[in-house]
């Protein structure tokens, strides 16, 4: 069975009435970015950061799959499929997909601020769906929770195993991202050579590889024609 690394950004779950990342003005949600995913806004105002990720993770519980998450999921039938994921939704897991590796960690775990997390499966990190955390919310050991998300100014521990991932795959799929923002965007390097690269994303995008092959469309339709496009192949 073939493998199908798939790299997707914020346009796969825009769809689902999600807004993106610093959609204008370095804004996130009217918020500045800074203040709310930068390792230095929580050092300044950890209460604000708190209440914004529980106003995002209650939200969420609103929000459904579209059918480009579907399709996502529904690879697996015919292919050895890893989704590699910038959101920090759990929209890729609602559809069925089954392996799926957060490089910016989850919007429905928390950990405790001791927990320094520069590796995959570091234990203390906590499920809580979709509830709230407050400040005085501890850890087991004591320490303040916080959104288990993976702020500018830390590392991005998943890269590695992304990597990897890229590496093994027979087939490169990138859907919903435009390629600018890294070190996600750097994944692209880690595919050997002569392995069919589809971008998916309404955005031309050039990458300095061949053979790839672009669907200029949203990610719902463009997923669509992807997936006639590989099963036909």
Do not use: C
């Amino acid at each position: 069975m073939k493998k199908i690394a798939i790299l997707t950004g914020a346009g796969v779950s825009k769809e689902s009435g999600l807004s993106t990342f610093r959609d204008a003005d370095g804004l996130w949600e009217n918020e500045r970015v800074q203040d709310v995913a930068d390792i230095h806004g929580w050092y300044r105002n950890p209460e604000k950061v708190i209440n914004f990720y529980n106003k995002l993770r209650t939200g969420l519980k609103n929000h459904n799959p579209n059918k480009a998450h579907k399709i996502i999921a529904e690879l697996e039938k015919n292919f050895e499929v890893t989704v590699i994921t910038q959101n920090v939704d759990n929209l890729h897991e609602k559809a069925g997909s089954t392996n799926v590796i957060h490089l910016h960690g989850e919007l429905t775990k928390v950990r405790g601020e001791n927990i320094i997390y520069d590796m995959p499966n570091v234990k203390g990190i906590k499920d809580i769906g979709y509830s709230e955390i407050h400040i005085g919310d501890k850890s087991d050991q004591g320490y303040q929770l916080r959104p288990h998300i993976v702020w500018f100014g830390e590392a991005v521990p998943n890269l590695t195993i992304a990597a990897r991932a890229v590496n093994e795959a027979d087939i490169m799929l990138v859907v919903g991202t435009s390629l600018v923002v890294y070190p996600a965007a750097g994944l692209i390097n880690y595919v050997k050579k002569g392995t069919p690269i589809y971008l998916v994303d309404p955005t031309p995008i050039n990458i300095h590889y061949s053979p790839y092959t672009q669907i200029k469309d949203v990610a719902t339709k463009g997923m669509e024609a992807f997936e006639k496009m590989i099963l036909d192949e």
